[in-house]
């Protein structure tokens, strides 16, 4: 969840990490803090807020901040409320060890006790300090190099964490490992940047090397990389990679908010996703991880979708999809709920997780699961290299580009087109779908990017007007059936995210049994009631919301007219099949959110007590 950075080489370190700390801060924003190291000593700064709170502190301090070894922190407090106090770097007894910390070690308090009794004493309630602490202890109680009092803590505690240790009298050696959280390490030419996440170095570099679970590194300056497992000492060969990321994406040029940003460009991500997997002339799809697998797919007994959150909502899309098109039973599992159960599985049933980040705790903690009892798991994620991607037996990309709204907006649309292409080729692998309308729905796939970038020239105006009408209103209820009942479930994730107003999404139908109590005349409830699928039902539910005076948002084709005469509100897009539609659908809702978060003046990318990546449980 938190965001980490450091920097050892010949720059200057505190730009390096301010500017990092900008770019990973959709990861936590509740405090941060900086470490800067000279020979034998440093400059520690930290406060409570967002990252521009801590470059005013330091601003006001009137210091130059000398160093060209550094570290920060941007929180996402889990142990211990936000303040400048529970803000990392945090520091042990003897001030001489220095630590950052993405990650929860779960018996810290056991550890703490031991501490406690052998003279330690503790500011923070946080676990981060107990661990920098027994790094202290046993360094001193034992003889020991810093490296190997590293390796011997990390064996000893249990949990999740990326951590970076620096001690106060060799500032030339940082120390960094991993378990869970994501760790990526950029190098040019001796110099060493890590970071939770590439984006917040390259501009400096686009040689990266990302660390795999129980792998530490020690980094001297002007010296090579250093790779061990923390096991048990075992030297490694370092793999690095090349960053492919275009600066421009993580920008956000002319919107003010990167969500904006993100919705505007999903006729593009959309394409992106499809482009080189679906030939429409050919009306041939190909994904290599399901061709290279063609056998799995076409004998698997029955396909289990795991994910959070908006992920877990596109699983749900997909469930309708794979059920539709495959024939095959399919079911939509919490990733936090599955892994703690005792679940089912074998050999012929297939795993697909999905996840943004591609390190979605939960997430990649049912993938294990699954793969210990012999499952075969394909990964949806976005982000290449990650966790997810790396331990997957086969997958695909979503090829969105990175996302840092918190509010999952692109992601969730290029993770719906994987999942059709995904149902549509396997379809057309075990004989489900006929052939006539397997082209038919490669053809209409092949043009809903379009579709996309009218629908947003289309609805905006109209949001914008509906929008000024119920930004102040206390809840809402979101409404669909069929393959649009998670695109409901999706609005209204979207609404009390960014906005902080209830809402409540569930299937029309289920209106009668209890959310109907609450309709009245203040209450908006918002349909997707596209004409194809369960139409005449979905206008009965609406004259049934009607006739207890309710506000009717309504998303409907351009060429209805019956409901366009019955709803207060109405946003048209264009007709697709409706298996294609929660790509046209969703937009709408998103754009709903976004304006009605913006009229409130809420910070829409940084939406409170939220992350952007959740790596821990």
């Known amino acids: 969840m938190c965001g980490i950075i450091g920097y050892l080489g010949h720059k200057e370190a505190y730009p390096i990490i301010i500017n990092g700390l900008k770019k990973l801060e959709y990861r936590g924003y509740d405090s941060s803090g900086i470490a800067v190291f000279y020979k034998n000593g440093y400059n520690l700064y930290k406060t409570k807020g967002r990252v521009y709170e801590l470059e005013k502190k330091i601003s006001s301090c009137k210091k130059k901040i000398k160093g060209t070894t550094g570290i920060g922190h941007t929180r996402w407090a889990t142990h211990g409320i936000a303040d400048h106090i529970n ?112 984006i917040s170095f390259i501009n400096y570099t686009k040689s990266v090397l990302y660390l795999k679970d129980g792998e530490m590194a020690i980094l001297k300056k002007g010296k090579e990389l250093d790779l061990r497992k923390i096991i048990d000492n075992h030297r490694l060969n370092p793999i690095v990679k090349k960053l492919k990321i275009n600066l421009k994406e993580i920008e956000k040029g002319e919107y003010k908010y990167f969500m904006l940003k993100e919705i505007y460009e999903q006729p593009k991500t959309i394409l992106d996703t499809l482009r080189g997997r679906l030939l429409i002339p050919e009306k041939i799809i190909c994904i290599n991880g399901v061709e290279f697998n063609k056998d799995i797919f076409i004998h698997a007994k029955c396909i289990t979708i795991v994910a959070c959150g908006t992920s877990w909502h596109a699983g749900l899309i997909g469930e309708y999809l794979l059920e539709e098109l495959t024939r095959i039973p399919v079911e939509v599992e919490y990733a936090s709920e599955f892994r703690y159960r005792n679940p089912i599985l074998g050999k012929n049933d297939v795993i697909i997780v999905i996840s943004q980040s591609g390190e979605t705790a939960d997430t990649l903690a049912a993938l294990k699961l699954a793969k210990k009892k012999g499952a075969f798991v394909f990964g949806i994620c976005n982000v290449v290299g990650s966790s997810i991607a790396r331990n997957v037996d086969a997958g695909a990309y979503t090829h969105a580009g990175p996302e840092i709204g918190v509010a999952s907006t692109k992601a969730f649309t290029a993770q719906i087109t994987v999942l059709i292409l995904l149902s549509l080729i396997i379809g057309k692998n075990r004989s489900t779908i006929n052939n006539n309308r ?59 995210e960014i906005s902080y107003i209830h809402a409540e999404g569930y299937p029309a139908a289920e209106m009668k049994h209890g959310p109907i109590a609450l309709v009245d005349e203040n209450m908006p409830v918002v349909f997707v009631a596209i004409k194809e699928g369960f139409y005449n039902k979905i206008v009965a539910n609406i004259q049934e919301i009607k006739a207890r005076k309710g506000k009717v948002i309504v998303i409907i084709n351009e060429d209805d007219t019956q409901v366009n005469m019955l709803a207060d509100h109405v946003i048209k897009i264009p007709s697709t099949p409706e298996i294609l539609s929660p790509l046209l659908t969703v937009i709408p809702l998103q754009l709903l959110a976004y304006q009605i978060a913006y009229i409130r003046g809420e910070n829409i990318d940084q939406p409170r007590n939220l992350a952007k990546s959740v790596t821990v449980e």
């Open 87 to 198: 803000a990392h770097p945090h520091v042990s007894n003897s001030n001489e060890l220095i630590i950052i910390h993405n990650g929860i070690i779960e018996n810290y308090y056991a550890i703490k006790i031991i501490l406690l009794k052998n003279g330690f004493t503790f500011k923070s309630q946080t676990d981060t300090e107990v661990l920098v602490n027994l790094i202290e202890y046993l360094k001193k109680e034992n003889k020991l190099s810093l490296e190997e009092a590293v390796r011997i803590s990390l064996n000893e505690i249990i949990g999740a964490y990326s951590i970076v240790v620096v001690e106060k009298s060799h500032p030339e050696t940082i120390i960094i490992a991993k378990l869970g959280s994501p760790l990526s390490l950029g190098i040019n030419n001796k110099e060493f940047f890590v970071a939770s996440d590439p």
């Open 438 to 496: 397997y082209k038919f729905l490669c053809k209409e796939l092949g043009l809903i990017p379009e579709k996309v970038d009218y629908t947003l020239k289309i609805v905006d105006s109209i949001i914008r007007k509906i929008s000024q009408i119920y930004y102040n209103v206390n809840n809402f209820l979101y409404l669909g059936r069929g393959i649009n009942f998670p695109v409901a479930l999706e609005g209204a994730l979207k609404l009390k």
